[in-house]
């Protein structure tokens, strides 16, 4: 069992920048691909940001390509998502995920229990 822990979250302005954890605990984190994924009022959860478990591969949603960079530490325990050039259209929910490197929500077995993030003009 892995459990993650997000962190960071919190009411910026647009243009401000963010930057999330995601803690892991349990066994074997490592092996494990990391995504990150939001989801704001009303709407669906969406792809973010992903990386490989030896954090050599990054993929990114298109809307923050360029502005959110996303990382592992060496000691692969903790996830970070280095978030820039807010824009208000980023508020959502933020939740960490394990599992497969993925796009998809359904490849990935374990989540956080997410972290607000809040942009205002």
């Known amino acids: 069992q892995v459990q993650l822990v997000e962190s960071g979250g919190g009411e910026v302005q647009a243009g401000d920048s963010l930057r999330l954890s995601c803690v892991a605990s349990?066994?074997?984190?490592?092996?494990?691909?990391m995504g990150w994924f939001r989801q704001a009022p009303g709407k669906e959860r969406e792809f973010v940001a992903a990386?490989?478990?030896?954090?050599?591969?990054?993929d990114y949603a298109d809307s923050v390509k360029g502005r959110f960079t996303i990382s592992r530490d060496s000691a692969k325990t903790t996830v970070f998502l280095q978030m820039n050039s807010l824009k208000p259209e980023d508020t959502a929910v933020y939740y960490c995920?394990?599992?497969?490197?993925?796009?998809?929500?359904?490849?990935?077995?374990?989540w956080g229990q997410g972290t607000q993030v809040t942009v205002s003009s």
């Open positions: 995920a394990g599992g497969r490197f993925s796009r998809y929500g359904s490849e990935y077995d374990y």
């Open positions: 990386i490989s478990a030896f954090g050599t591969v990054t």
């Open positions: 349990g066994r074997a984190f490592s092996r494990y691909a």
